[in-house]
């Protein structure tokens, strides 16, 4: 039987030279087109603006701009650099918080008995009904009336409790053998110790997938900075971007430059952490 | 105390006492530590969903402009004035049109992705990297892309300098509403950032389809190619598909970003929420009307995801612990 599934696989999927290189055309095409805005981020992020705006349309500037890499950082009416580290500190702190409080709740809905447990879990689950973006005005009053407006606070805390992501730990940890726990539970650890010495270190995949999703929506995020982040020291990355485009002076070459850069750390995510985020995914995008 | 031990005593099975109920007092029982580990997430939920929403609600009836403590009690009239207002009614029904557009072309166009990927035999990953890089980008970053440099209305973008090869004159891609080219721009960069996302979801499903089928199904003389793919990959694929355009629809009426970015202030394309943006915390200040309108879209999406919860089965199948 295992013999035979990749041979009787191979031979359907084997059509003949002709529809195979027909395959390989088609999905050259379709890549292409996905690599043209990514084309024109770096070849505008690495020229001068008369390349950009003018008439001779060059595949590549003459002369490598590799001086345009600073002056985003440079440029005095936005302060980038200061975004780019607020943008850190952000996604950051976003993931280890929703991390940390999330999968915690999650194990205690899976996996530790009580009365009311199914209560609150359905107070949870009505959570997921409202996306948090559609209630950004009460939350915006909310926060606003704790003072917590352009604070790294009023960035982070109320974006920690996501009722998605502590329906995904519930459900993972339901599937979590519970032999590793009872062996735990014989060495003399309770709960808290078994889930820290035990659980935690073996659900490391899971937490990995949850975490560079929840990084990367976080570092992306618009809506609520632009929302909270009233003063130019408190924007993130993304509002200082958008901030260029409605500025009255528009310098091509650094807006570009200064996009390209805002990508670089999710890209080293991509390149690195593929193969969780992938998974991730496929494991959070549907249930069910 | 004394009458446990009585009990325990008297009791013939020591089985009983294993259980490991009481055993370590307070730091032991389940009750203790189940509000440990949750009490934070709770507290958390408690204040910065349930508790907005709530007040919201209550903020929906009164005459509430610059203060969020109002005394003012206006009973439904923040409705009637959100109902009332057109670029509201408006944004409902341009809400209505990217969904009808956006909707069925990123599923065609990531399940086609899928399809193509999942056939390759080499470079699978190469080419599902690159569709799924977009990704990586924010909805910022692409709306900046599109709009300085793709879609510029200016004759250097690429989109008007390509059309300039066939003699057709630039094309103000953005800056005007009539026709509306500005659909355009703003379809295809969220197909190409979330294509690869969902394509991702559709690989998975594929792989999934039991080999078995194909086979069974050449036996009976059905052709590779149309008639697999409409009788044994698409029914198979229903689950996922149906998933997916609820989460497309979802993702849809939370439009904000690129609306936001490529149309800043323009009266026109502006979807709800960045309606409500400027109703809220433009000028006015206007948080009654804002949070009448917040409530409405509220009530909005709890129906579609009541509706996507009976067909997903949220929360369902898992009783059994």
Redesign the interface.
């Given at each position: 039987m295992t013999t035979t599934?990749p041979e009787?696989?191979k031979r359907?999927?084997r059509?003949g030279v002709m529809s195979?290189t027909g395959?390989?055309i088609?999905?050259s095409v379709?890549?292409l087109f996905?690599?043209?805005?990514?084309y024109?981020?770096v070849r505008?992020a690495l020229s001068t603006d008369p390349e950009?705006?003018?008439?001779n349309?060059k595949f590549f500037p003459t002369h490598i701009q590799w001086g345009n890499i600073t002056e985003p950082f440079d440029d005095p009416t936005v302060d980038f650099g200061q975004s780019m580290w607020n943008s850190l500190v952000v996604g950051i702190l976003h993931t280890v918080g929703t991390l940390?409080?999330?999968s915690?709740?999650g194990?205690?809905?899976?996996r530790?008995?009580?009365r009311h447990?199914n209560k609150?879990?359905?107070?949870?689950?009505v959570?997921?009904?409202?996306?948090?973006?559609?209630?950004?005005?009460?939350?915006?009053?909310?926060v606003?009336?704790l003072g917590w407006v352009d604070s790294y606070r009023g960035l982070i805390?109320?974006g920690?409790?996501s009722?998605f992501t502590?329906f995904l730990f519930r459900?993972y940890f339901?599937g979590f053998p519970k032999e590793l726990e009872e062996a735990a539970?014989v060495d003399g650890l309770?709960?808290?110790g078994a889930?820290w010495r035990v659980v935690v270190p073996n659900s490391l995949n899971f937490f990995a997938a949850i975490a560079t999703i929840t990084f990367?929506n976080g570092?992306?995020a618009?809506?609520w900075p632009?929302?909270i982040g009233q003063d130019p020291s408190a924007w993130t990355v993304?509002v200082a971007?958008?901030s260029?485009?409605?500025n009255q002076t528009?310098n091509?070459h650094l807006?570009?430059m200064a996009?390209a850069i805002?990508?670089l750390p999710?890209?080293f995510?991509?390149l690195f952490l593929?193969r969780w985020l992938?998974q991730g995914?496929?494991q959070t995008?549907?249930?069910? | 105390m004394s009458t446990t031990t009585t009990r325990g005593l008297a009791s013939p099975a020591p089985a009983e006492v294993t259980k490991p109920r009481p055993r370590r007092g307070l730091r032991g029982s389940r009750t203790f530590n189940f509000w440990l580990f949750i009490s934070p997430f709770l507290l958390g939920l408690i204040v910065f969903v349930y508790i907005p929403i709530i007040w919201s609600a209550y903020l929906s009836f009164f005459e509430a402009r610059f203060t969020v403590t109002p005394s003012d009690f206006v009973g439904l009239d923040n409705y009637r004035d959100i109902f009332s207002d057109t670029q509201f009614t408006g944004s409902l029904v341009t809400f209505t049109v990217f969904a009808a557009f956006i909707v069925p072309t990123t599923w065609a166009v990531s399940l086609g992705l899928a399809l193509l990927v999942n056939r390759l035999r080499f470079m699978r990953a190469f080419y599902r990297s690159v569709f799924f890089l977009p990704t990586a980008c924010s909805y910022v970053a692409a709306s900046l892309i599109w709009k300085m440099s793709l879609f510029n209305g200016v004759r250097f973008g690429l989109a008007n300098t390509v059309i300039g090869w066939f003699g057709v004159d630039n094309i103000a891609w953005l800056a005007n509403p009539d026709p509306p080219w500005y659909w355009l721009v703003i379809i295809t960069a969220r197909l190409w950032l979330q294509s690869g996302f969902y394509m991702i979801l559709f690989l998975a499903a594929l792989q999934n389809i039991p080999q078995e089928l194909y086979e069974a199904a050449a036996i009976d003389g059905a052709k590779p190619g149309w008639q697999t793919f409409r009788y044994i990959t698409l029914p198979q694929l229903r689950a996922t598909s149906t998933a997916v355009v609820l989460l497309l629809l979802v993702a849809a009426y939370q439009a904000f970003d690129e609306f936001f970015n490529l149309l800043s202030k323009t009266t026109w394309g502006r979807p709800p929420l960045v309606d409500l943006y400027y109703t809220a915390l433009g000028q006015d200040q206007n948080y009654g009307k804002g949070s009448a309108g917040a409530m409405v879209l509220t009530v909005l999406i709890c129906v579609v995801t009541l509706f996507q919860g009976k067909i997903m089965g949220f929360g369902r199948g898992d009783e059994s612990r």
């Amino acid at each position: 039987m295992t013999t035979t599934a990749p041979e009787t696989r191979k031979r359907t999927r084997r059509g003949g030279v002709m529809s195979s290189t027909g395959l390989y055309i088609a999905t050259s095409v379709a890549a292409l087109f996905f690599l043209v805005p990514f084309y024109l981020l770096v070849r505008n992020a690495l020229s001068t603006d008369p390349e950009i705006t003018g008439e001779n349309w060059k595949f590549f500037p003459t002369h490598i701009q590799w001086g345009n890499i600073t002056e985003p950082f440079d440029d005095p009416t936005v302060d980038f650099g200061q975004s780019m580290w607020n943008s850190l500190v952000v996604g950051i702190l976003h993931t280890v918080g929703t991390l940390l409080v999330c999968s915690l709740a999650g194990y205690a809905l899976a996996r530790i008995p009580y009365r009311h447990a199914n209560k609150i879990f359905y107070g949870v689950l009505v959570t997921l009904m409202v996306p948090t973006a559609v209630t950004f005005v009460p939350s915006f009053v909310l926060v606003s009336s704790l003072g917590w407006v352009d604070s790294y606070r009023g960035l982070i805390i109320p974006g920690l409790f996501s009722g998605f992501t502590c329906f995904l730990f519930r459900q993972y940890f339901l599937g979590f053998p519970k032999e590793l726990e009872e062996a735990a539970r014989v060495d003399g650890l309770g709960y808290w110790g078994a889930y820290w010495r035990v659980v935690v270190p073996n659900s490391l995949n899971f937490f990995a997938a949850i975490a560079t999703i929840t990084f990367i929506n976080g570092w992306n995020a618009f809506l609520w900075p632009l929302v909270i982040g009233q003063d130019p020291s408190a924007w993130t990355v993304q509002v200082a971007l958008s901030s260029y485009m409605t500025n009255q002076t528009v310098n091509y070459h650094l807006i570009f430059m200064a996009t390209a850069i805002s990508i670089l750390p999710l890209l080293f995510v991509f390149l690195f952490l593929q193969r969780w985020l992938v998974q991730g995914i496929a494991q959070t995008g549907i249930k069910g | 105390m004394s009458t446990t031990t009585t009990r325990g005593l008297a009791s013939p099975a020591p089985a009983e006492v294993t259980k490991p109920r009481p055993r370590r007092g307070l730091r032991g029982s389940r009750t203790f530590n189940f509000w440990l580990f949750i009490s934070p997430f709770l507290l958390g939920l408690i204040v910065f969903v349930y508790i907005p929403i709530i007040w919201s609600a209550y903020l929906s009836f009164f005459e509430a402009r610059f203060t969020v403590t109002p005394s003012d009690f206006v009973g439904l009239d923040n409705y009637r004035d959100i109902f009332s207002d057109t670029q509201f009614t408006g944004s409902l029904v341009t809400f209505t049109v990217f969904a009808a557009f956006i909707v069925p072309t990123t599923w065609a166009v990531s399940l086609g992705l899928a399809l193509l990927v999942n056939r390759l035999r080499f470079m699978r990953a190469f080419y599902r990297s690159v569709f799924f890089l977009p990704t990586a980008c924010s909805y910022v970053a692409a709306s900046l892309i599109w709009k300085m440099s793709l879609f510029n209305g200016v004759r250097f973008g690429l989109a008007n300098t390509v059309i300039g090869w066939f003699g057709v004159d630039n094309i103000a891609w953005l800056a005007n509403p009539d026709p509306p080219w500005y659909w355009l721009v703003i379809i295809t960069a969220r197909l190409w950032l979330q294509s690869g996302f969902y394509m991702i979801l559709f690989l998975a499903a594929l792989q999934n389809i039991p080999q078995e089928l194909y086979e069974a199904a050449a036996i009976d003389g059905a052709k590779p190619g149309w008639q697999t793919f409409r009788y044994i990959t698409l029914p198979q694929l229903r689950a996922t598909s149906t998933a997916v355009v609820l989460l497309l629809l979802v993702a849809a009426y939370q439009a904000f970003d690129e609306f936001f970015n490529l149309l800043s202030k323009t009266t026109w394309g502006r979807p709800p929420l960045v309606d409500l943006y400027y109703t809220a915390l433009g000028q006015d200040q206007n948080y009654g009307k804002g949070s009448a309108g917040a409530m409405v879209l509220t009530v909005l999406i709890c129906v579609v995801t009541l509706f996507q919860g009976k067909i997903m089965g949220f929360g369902r199948g898992d009783e059994s612990r």
